[in-house]
């Protein structure tokens, strides 16, 4: 094993081994507060349990999975290009770096204006993909467009204040290009929480204030399969496939070149069975 994928290694066993710890501590908690639920109490206690796990280990393996993603991209980029303040303007702030879990992005821009909001919204909505099979016609939100469209929203909506915003991910390039995430599990999203998503990505874009940033909707699995087309809702609001990085082609981009998604795949598993994830998850179920 190279000295790449040692460390990837080791950083899944302290991520996951870190979740496992949170889960043992509050899962008593949270599956007697399912036991208050009528609608539950008929059920059998074992089931109940593996209901009440699936849905914390779902929450919290998914801010696992991030934290991997980011100390795995300093890795590839090294931490000053992957930081937890994201500042490619170089603006003056009082942040305390060690304070900051995870990265945020600050602007001398007004993330909250409604107005700015409201631009985003229209902007997304007038760009929607439409059609079905042969006649689809792909969302026109591009690259190319937000750079042209939204950026320019950055000048209008400047403060004399310091913003900020949370970001999924976010490093700049070998290239010296910013890309910026939301990313999701496996990013099934429904209708309704789709175009907020979306919306909330090209924010941050545009709070960024620089032009040479590429925007991603990532998942950190494929969920209709690796190497199968991904079908996602998401795909009405940002143009599929340029603004998509989905199981194995968002990994790709942020692993070091000594590593393969596959490598990846099974540093994962080798990683969970040296932390006996499923012994302790078993345990956790039987002692309720």
Do not use: C
Not at 65 to 80: D, F, K, M, T
Not at 179 to 193: T, W
Not at 231 to 244: E, I, Q, R, T
Not at 266 to 284: F, G, N, P, T, W
């Amino acid at each position: 094993m190279n000295n790449s994928a040692e460390i990837i290694k080791q950083i899944i066993i302290e991520e996951f081994s870190n979740l496992i710890d949170n889960m043992e501590s509050d899962f008593k908690k949270n599956y007697d507060k399912k036991t208050n639920n009528f609608l539950l109490n008929q059920l059998d206690s074992t089931l109940v349990a593996s209901m009440v796990f699936v849905s914390s280990f779902e929450s919290k393996s998914g801010n696992a999975i991030e934290e991997v993603a980011q100390r795995v991209a300093r890795l590839r980029y090294g931490n000053e290009n992957v930081p937890s303040i994201v500042n490619p303007l170089g603006l003056k702030h009082k942040l305390d770096e060690k304070s900051v879990k995870g990265q945020l992005v600050v602007s001398n821009m007004d993330f909250h204006s409604d107005e700015l909001r409201g631009n985003i919204a229209q902007f997304r909505a007038k760009n929607v993909a439409t059609g079905r099979g042969k006649k689809r016609i792909e969302s026109s939100t591009t690259q190319e467009s937000i750079e042209n469209e939204l950026f320019p929203l950055y000048n209008k909506y400047l403060t004399n204040e310091i913003d900020t915003k949370p970001v999924d991910l976010a490093f700049k390039d070998e290239n010296g290009k910013w890309n910026i995430f939301e990313l999701k599990a496996g990013g099934d999203l429904d209708s309704s929480n789709a175009p907020s998503n979306v919306e909330k990505l090209l924010t941050i874009y545009v709070g960024m204030g620089v032009k040479d940033t590429q925007v991603y909707f990532g998942t950190l699995y494929n969920k209709d399969g690796e190497g199968n087309t991904w079908k996602g809702v998401v795909k009405s609001h940002l143009n599929y496939p340029s603004m998509f990085a989905i199981g194995k082609n968002f990994w790709n981009m942020i692993l070091p070149t000594d590593v393969n998604f596959d490598d990846f795949v099974r540093l994962y598993h080798d990683a969970l069975v040296e932390i006996d994830l499923s012994k302790r998850i078993s345990e956790m179920l039987k002692n309720v």
